[in-house]
Nanobody, 121 residues
Framework: QVQLVESGGCLVQAGVSLRLSCAVS????????MAWYRRAPGQQRELVAT???????NYADFVKGRFTIDRANAKNTVYLQMNSLKPEDTAVYYC???????????????WGQGTQVTVSS
């Protein structure tokens, strides 16, 4: 079983920076893609950023130039550095990862429980 635990979300003022973390644990052979999604109040969940095992990244247009995703493979952890936060960035941020289970090499996909980020104006 693979578990994801996000942390770092809180209430901040517009313009400041925040760094989210997501630690992955379990019987893991490999982690392929790590990603951050978010769901704003009354909105559908949307992709924020992804990073592959070879550190190729992809960002949603609304965060390009402000957010940076990176991963620490030795710690099975993915981060989201969020700069110049705006009130419209207010959302629950979710971590998602996929990879293979140790032993069986079966593919897995797992989600975290989410961490709330609130940006006040």
């Amino acid at each position: 079983q693979v578990q994801l635990v996000e942390s770092g979300g809180c209430l901040v003022q517009a313009g400041v920076s925040l760094r989210l973390s997501c630690a992955v644990s379990g019987n893991i052979f490999s982690i392929i893609t790590m990603a951050w999604y978010r769901r704003a109040p009354g909105q559908q969940r949307e992709l924020v950023a992804t990073i592959t095992s070879n550190n190729s990244t992809n960002y949603a247009d609304f965060v390009k130039g402000r957010f940076t995703i990176d991963r620490a493979n030795a710690k099975n952890t993915v981060y989201l550095q969020m700069n110049s936060l705006k009130p419209e960035d207010t959302a629950v941020y979710y971590c998602r990862t996929d990879g293979r289970i140790a032993g069986s090499y079966k593919r897995f996909e797992s989600w975290g429980q989410g961490t709330q980020v609130t940006v006040s104006s």
